[in-house]
């Protein structure tokens, strides 16, 4: 992989990671939270061979600017890099794929139907109008889904940082994968990348600046929000799906009623892996999207 900085037209500089020959097939790939580039590390040798691969920080992460203000990271704004990026590196058509909260930059660009995406690909992040329907109706994904209550208080930062990095760490990925797959040299990575000036603030504000509703265990009678009830544009894009199926903050009950809200869809179950399924089980991951995208 090779690494550069790049200044977009949205005002945010980004580092940005590729690979693969420079006239293959342009594929983005967008990272999640507490990730980077990195994300796609067990990725990249699979499929370099047959596109270029495009995978920026996300702002507020690893190399890439971190804004200060909670606004700076609503959806709009991080579509809005997307796009730039796409421009910067003269690609008028891409295809996408996203893991968790690259996931969800994903999706809500492809709702907006724009023409730039050719296909789509999904890696354990939920569609909108699902996520917020379980996080009100289903007890078990609101439970899996307090720890995004905990990240959205104020003070998160100090508590993360009391703690320590390490501790960060094992909190971050016990709960989901065998620390010993994850190399002293990844863990010093990560950890230098969430102790840089402004990350957490920045890595936080994602939780912050979005829209979703999460209501607390006790809350009942929960109402929808009006964006619900309006209703979501159905995605027309080709669209992978795939599920580590041992996510124990994104449920399977994610995949229950999707084929109703996307035209053409395509989904690949992992069952031995769970959220960060990119790294944790990259052959299968790799061999859905060279099908797909291919």
């Known amino acids: 992989m090779n690494a550069e900085r790049i200044r977009l037209s949205t ?47 996300q702002r507020g992460f690893g190399g890439s600017d971190k804004p200060e203000r ?14 730039a990026l796409a421009e910067a590196l003269g690609h008028d058509s891409f295809d996408l794929v996203g893991h968790d909260w690259g996931g969800a930059v994903a999706w809500a660009a492809a709702l907006r ?4 995406i050719s296909k789509l690909a999904i ?13 009100i109706d289903d007890p078990a994904q609101r439970a899996a889904s307090q720890y995004m209550r905990a990240f959205r208080a104020t003070g998160m930062e100090e508590q993360i940082r009391a703690m320590g990095w390490d501790t960060f760490f094992e909190k971050s990925f016990t709960p989901h994968v065998d620390l010993s797959i994850i190399s002293d040299e990844e863990r010093a990575a990560y950890i230098d990348q969430w102790s840089a000036e402004g990350a957490l603030e920045a890595m936080l504000a994602w939780y912050r600046a979005g829209p979703i509703i999460v209501p607390d265990m006790d809350e009942e009678d929960v109402p929808y929000p009006d964006w619900m009830l309006a209703g979501v544009p159905q995605i027309r894009i080709p669209t992978l799906v795939v599920w580590g199926m041992k996510d124990p903050a994104l449920l399977p009950c994610q995949l229950d009623g999707l084929d109703a809200l996307v ?5 690949e179950k992992i069952d031995d892996a769970g959220h960060f ?5 990259p052959e299968p991951v790799a ?5 797909f995208l291919g």
């Open 287 to 291: 061999r859905a999207l060279a099908d």
């Open 263 to 267: 035209d053409d869809l395509t989904i």
């Open 123 to 135: 890696i354990n992040s939920p569609h909108p109008l699902i996520f917020q329907r379980t996080l």
């Open 70 to 83: 909670i606004e700076d990271y609503r959806t709009d704004k991080v579509i809005a890099d997307l796009l």
């Open 11 to 57: 005002g945010v500089t980004l580092n940005v990671a590729t690979a693969g020959p420079e006239d293959a097939p342009p594929v983005i790939l967008l990272h999640g939270f507490p990730e980077s580039h990195r994300t796609w590390r067990g990725i990249v040798p699979l499929l370099e061979g047959k596109f270029r691969l495009i995978m920026p920080d």
């Open 277 to 281: 399924v990119p790294w944790e089980k």
């Open 113 to 116: 139907g724009g023409p730039h």
